[in-house]
């Protein structure tokens, strides 16, 4: 998500507006309120003219804000209500950005309710899985991110490969990554995910591929490297490949360490081509 200056101010507004919201709630309210904000998120994505009158930084914030209050006073409740005041009367830099922005502020209240509920690894382990399970299916991916394909076939897809497999949270955070596709691949939206569940543990992901199985040991001895190269907590999300042949291969960010077999003999062939 790229923000311009105006919108990054209004994200900041709104995510102090969520988290004083939130203040003390318990998990159901969080999960509440982060779908009705993802809800109004879907309906702004929807109605253009309603999305530029919402975002018309033209217009005085109080008739914004009167603007929300009156088609939402009654389907929502009170404290998204007051977590859209602060949206709608800050000022974005475009109608898109503050759509963008308040998908954001949703996700947040979602994984809010995953970090009281004690099931913030699980989440992002879940979200994990899911991005590889999509990741290995390009059929899949295909249909998920298919910009003519309904929001509901879509919707009905996910829950019929995921519903009751994975937390509440994951099942709904997963959803909206697809329903906003729009034609871009669904596995980086997902891989954000996983970095966002990742920093509320306050760590850094690995997506480690390996060509077998690591043990315990072995993980809490590659984590605990990683956590001296990098100076921060690292969370290990690992992956097989036979196709390997031995080794791993890790990459943090844009970074890629590739201690794998088929790595050294590609960069073997590579030299050998230079000589």
Known sequence: MTLHAASREALDLAERSLGE???????????????????????LDREIGLRRAVGDSSVAPESRQGLVRRLFDGKLGEQALKVLDTVAGSRWSSPRELVDGLESIGRSALLTAAEKAGNIETVESQLFQ?????????ELEAALSAP???????RTLVRGLFADKVDAVTETLVEQVVRRAKGRGVGNGLDKLVALAAERRER???????????TDEQRALLGTKLDGIYGRPIALHVEIDPALGGGLVVRVGDEVIDGSTSGQLAAVRRTLSRA
């Open 21 to 43: 919201v939130l203040a003390g709630a318990d998990p159901t309210v969080s999960v509440s309120v982060g779908d009705e904000l993802l809800s109004v998120v879907d309906l």
């Open 130 to 138: 899911v991005a590889r399970i999509v990741a290995g299916a390009p």
């Open 148 to 154: 003519a394909a309904p929001a509901d076939a879509k």
């Open 204 to 214: 850094s992901v690995a997506y480690v591929t390996s060509a077998n199985a690591l």
